[in-house]
């Protein structure tokens, strides 16, 4: 054992004084086989200085910063050192959980126990809480699990994924600016807290009279009973029709991410041999994104970035001279649903870059070694063009996963295209009220209020004279917008509360000028707030704060049954909670190491600076320490050492 | 912008006063699309402590690590952020580059010029230098491009991977120990310093008599030239004619690592199912590791640590009281080429822990979810026995790959069956002297010193007579020695160099006892002492010391015929190095929280303090300063968090 060696060890162990010897076991093992003189080395008093500056020579700055993360994290190490060589406790498990009854309408397994129900004392006293089942890992599913109070529901988690993704990064990771392993958290490890449980399954189908839902783990099916469900397993793209898509890269998962960065090195390595065709060579290096939205721009400009700053050094530099990136989209501007200062920026920069943007274009098919699109001329007149390549990312929206498409076709009222529609309480429309949730991607809210017009009259028409005078119109607007936040900016016109504003919007379609307003008018009011509505996005913003506000509702929920005793009359969600509201915090993307901001009212961008603000909100934004401090330290590489280069 | 993301931005650029900002481009970027109050956030003076504990609250001594990390590393960042917005040079490549003329054997393209032999003055320097191509990227070819002088050859390194890998942490880096990035170095990378050129291809076949290598890359095969040829492309797995090794785990590569830990957890999460039975869930919690060298006890110490220390945590406890691990070893015992001290330590701690060891058996069948395996009982009958299983491993020693099949094939005194035999200076037997050398896995060093016979008699039988006299004996020794140091240890018994005994074996063999040696008892001596001599182990340590030797030796060559003006001319290896010596630096191996060291005379073993031990040594060995960093803080990660248990 040298003294470095043996520094090393007695280092972590001097700073960690509350260490414990774990069971008095390791220590023991630590013997001599044969004649080493062991006397000596205990008697060694090296500093930490003097063997830094001994052993590691050259390495001195370096070894200062390594020297922090070990001297500092040693302090945190504490428990890790307990190894323990401890007994197997024999645990009882329910032999119900081992050998499940079956029953349902397809007479499967219903998994009322499970494995892990009699654990320990915390998951018992939790077997017999209402059931509460989510479906999915990603935001939305993290965030109702992170804002639960542990202990007033028995939790179980479906997900055939067994960590949640931070998916905003996903581009980063695409081309090794961060490791994917930065990115990802074990659900297992979010659940712990709440005594929950995880399978590692897929769900297939809901039997919403018995309250079970069913699902496929392994390749056996069973049911699995629920009090309440939350459906939040996000979306597949949409394939708007487009032939040949099987050629595509999709950036949903961190899968995606690494085999997106496996054919980028390809393609290079490939452009670096001497037998490649000068054409084969520009196709190998083109790189075509198909969608202008912050997926698709954040990609094309990490490609961008990886190939000035670090493929640079070390390959031909004949292949830089031939990169082109190319970024298809079917509207007149990328980042379109950003504010004008925010997309004028993005493609400046991109025009700067020598990025090729391809706008007023639809893609028309995919073929293993190019792109056909049809552009749009000014004159109105269509053509068809093609890009020779051997990279294309698909991220043109999204669209309904088989399990989510069959909850749309179990309920007549289900009529959106792309999501499950929910009510502004979050709650599946069609579905038993207090019973079944949607959020994030696979959620849309309702929009329209005229469905609303016949209560809502019932309710306001104080006089009964069939009409709604201006009075009644103030009680009316407080009402719709109790029952659906979004309404409230097209109601207040300029967004304001002023009566002056409510009294404006009521003259503009009291078309009749008597004072009230007839139902017909009405009719026609809402009906043109509804269409004013916009869905709100598909972002990791909205399903968090949906999952944070279903959270907290569910939880307030079982406080109040449990109080009341009311475990068999539901409780109403409009008792304990108001509807979900979205507050936008702003949106931001990633373009050639700068970042947008779009806040509503201000928008800002920036280079260096807005990157690494954008870098630390999005650190903020992490699920857990680990994943934080990991990033952290993946950008400190990426720092001192470029990208990763490695095609793994 | 929040104060915080500002003072992050801010805390960077004045820690680094050196700091160019980047040809003025990133801060020209930086404007306020509206009415953002932005005088504000330059004049707010927060203190880095201040925002500390404002913001990250409870997560005080949590960002003092981080923030050491950050702060530390933000020293070096420096030229990380001078990002280009540089406009692309033309760099003149040689057509001959672009495209290759045609010819040799096959009339394949031959790479005479690659891509970037023409990029800068000093390729271009390098472009008439000798060729020297390195087939494989492991530990041997890192080894000789590590020690090689810059300038000396025109290198070129063939490697289907783009990468070298950390081999001895694969078993850990399967159970997410340690992270698969960490592990890796881009050998783009590594050749820079020589401005060496990579190809992405795979080695096919061999033409000596035109010094061409023919190599396949993206599918296209061409011709390789070269003056001076390293094989260096290690080993495959050893079938022993098993059937059913489809069904087994190899831990060759990161990506067996990774689909290792896919599969644990997958096991794991399939035994976590109320739907599994009983007979299943021990089937998949069933770990069979076959062959008991290092690779295989050390696979199956951290799967045990695995189980034990973190799976524990957040799978339900039946699971823990199921999981078996089982070692099915040919020998007697495992680690057996280790010191009698180590096996022992070794089957002892195993034995405490419960690994199941089978020792004495063979491996018969590998079937998807059992191994059958035939046991030689004590009374020397032998019975068939299996084991349910849902994972095997397979790390049974090696075998040629095909092209090193293909190379021995080609020369016709190749006979070894598991390597290409090569001389003491690590020539390939047969091929042209001084053009084709083999080393690490793919190589074994000849142990017959008889074929020297005749040549060792002409030289040393001075007097002529037939015989071999004491004097002429001791010279011959001498000889012996230069000429295979791996002799040594034989010639004098005791690995002593005194007269007293190099006398005593020429006694021995001195059958008439007429004070000379006739060529029937040289001819019993030679061979005696070559059946004496063992092979070198296929380990890291071994390719990484021939790499070293052939290195430099080859950087000598070079600068000796550059003097020399020899160019033409071969110089003999025998005039610029001695032949290739291996030091043994003792093995070690880990073995459950606990490493086990053989030094040759010493060996030694312990449980925690030897572990760091180990982790020590096994950092100083990496390659890269990166890679180095990066282990240190998977060794913190996993202290403070546990293992990654997601499954990537």
Redesign the interface.
């Known amino acids: 054992?040298?003294p470095?060696?043996?520094l090393?060890?007695t280092l972590?162990r001097s700073l960690n004084p509350a260490h414990r010897i774990?069971n008095g076991?390791?220590?023991?093992?630590?013997?001599?086989?044969?004649?080493?003189p062991s006397g000596g080395f205990r008697s060694q008093s090296l500093t930490r200085k003097t063997l830094t500056v001994a052993k590691w020579g050259g390495?001195l700055?370096?070894s200062?910063?390594?020297g922090?993360?070990?001297v500092?994290?040693?302090?945190?190490?504490h428990d890790?050192?307990t190894?323990?060589?401890?007994h197997?406790?024999?645990?009882p498990?329910s032999p119900l959980?081992?050998n499940?009854e079956k029953g349902g309408p397809k007479n499967l397994?219903i998994?009322n126990?499970?494995?892990?129900d009699s654990?320990d004392e915390e998951y018992q006293k939790i077997a017999s809480k209402p059931k509460l089942v989510v479906v999915g890992g990603g935001w939305g599913a993290v965030s109702v699990l992170q804002s639960l109070h542990a202990g007033d529901y028995h939790v179980t988690v479906i997900s055939p994924?067994?960590?949640t993704t931070f998916t905003p990064l996903l581009p980063s990771a695409a081309v090794g600016t961060v490791?994917?392993?930065s990115l990802?958290?074990?659900l297992?490890?979010i659940i712990?807290r709440l005594h929950g449980h995880?399978?590692?399954?897929k769900a297939i189908d809901l039997e919403m009279h018995d309250k079970l839902i069913e699902i496929e783990?392994?390749g056996?099916r069973?049911y699995l009973p629920y009090d309440k469900l939350v459906i939040a397993c996000g979306s597949v793209s949409s394939t708007h029709g487009v032939p040949g898509l099987e050629n595509c890269f999709q950036l949903k998962t961190?899968?995606d991410a690494r085999s997106i960065r496996r054919r980028i090195?390809?393609n290079f390595?490939?452009a670096?041999?001497?037998?490649?065709e000068?054409e084969e060579r520009k196709r190998l290096l083109s790189f075509v994104v198909c969608g202008g939205g912050p997926t698709g721009v954040e990609t094309a400009a990490e490609i961008y970035?990886l190939c000035?700053?670090d493929l640079l050094?070390?390959?031909?530099?004949?292949l830089?001279?031939q990169v082109s990136i190319h970024v298809i989209q079917s509207r007149e501007h990328i980042l379109n649903t950003y504010?004008e200062?925010?997309w004028k920026?993005a493609e400046a920069?991109f025009s700067?870059?020598g990025v090729n943007l391809i706008t007023n274009s639809r893609v028309k098919e995919v073929h293993p070694d190019k792109v056909l699109f049809t552009q749009k001329n000014p004159d109105g007149s269509f053509e068809t063009l093609e890009v020779p390549t051997n990279f294309v990312l698909w991220s043109t929206g999204i669209a309904m996963n088989p399990f989510t498409q069959r909850v749309s076709n179990l309920l007549p009222n289900q009529v959106h295209k792309k999501a499950i529609e929910v009510d502004a309480h979050l709650r599946v429309k069609g579905a038993p009220i207090g019973e079944v949730y949607a959020i994030g991607d696979c959620a849309t809210i309702e929009t329209s209020v005229l469905r609303y017009l016949m209560e809502l009259v019932d309710q306001c028409d104080k006089n009964n004279d069939g009409k709604i005078d201006f009075e009644e119109w103030e009680d009316m607007v407080t009402k719709i917008k109790q029952k659906m936040p979004m309404t409230e900016k097209h109601l207040d016109k300029a967004g304001c509360r002023l009566g002056y504003e409510i009294r404006e919007v009521f003259e503009l379609y009291d078309s009749d000028k008597d004072e009230s307003l007839t139902l017909n008018e009405l009719t026609v009011l809402l009906q043109e707030i509804g269409n004013k509505i916009t869905a709100l996005p598909a972002t990791a913003q909205v399903a968090s704060q949906q999952g944070k506000y279903l959270g907290q509702k569910l939880s307030k929920i079982a406080r109040q049954q449990e109080r009341h005793g009311e475990k068999a009359s539901i409780l109403q969600d409009e008792d304990v909670a108001k509807p979900f509201q979205y507050l936008h915090l702003g949106s931001l993307a990633y373009i050639g190491?700068?970042a947008v901001?779009d806040l509503g009212?201000?928008?800002?961008?920036?280079?260096?600076?807005?990157m690494?603000?954008w870098r630390?909100?999005y650190w903020s934004e992490q699920v857990s320490?680990?994943t934080?401090?990991?990033l952290?330290?993946d950008w400190?590489?990426?720092?001192?050492?470029?990208r990763?280069?490695?095609?793994?």
Request: aromatic letters at 14%.
């Open positions: 054992m040298s470095r060696q043996h090393q060890t972590v774990p076991s390791s220590f023991n093992h630590l013997r001599f086989a044969s004649s080493t390495y700055v370096f200062s910063v390594v922090f993360v070990f500092t994290g040693a302090i945190f190490v890790a050192f190894y323990s060589d401890a197997i406790d024999r645990v498990v959980a081992l499940p397994p998994a126990v499970l494995v892990d654990e994924d067994t960590y490791q994917p392993r990802v958290e074990p297992r490890k712990a995880f399978l590692d399954a783990a392994n056996h069973m961190i899968s090195i390809d390595e490939a670096s041999l001497p037998t490649c000068p970035d000035q700053e050094n070390y390959y031909p530099k004949l830089r001279q504010s200062a925010i920026y920069k700067r870059d190491n700068a901001f009212k201000y928008s800002f961008m920036g280079g260096l600076v807005a690494y603000a630390s909100v320490m680990r934080r401090a990991l952290m330290i400190v590489i990426r720092g001192v050492w470029g990763d280069l490695s095609r793994l």
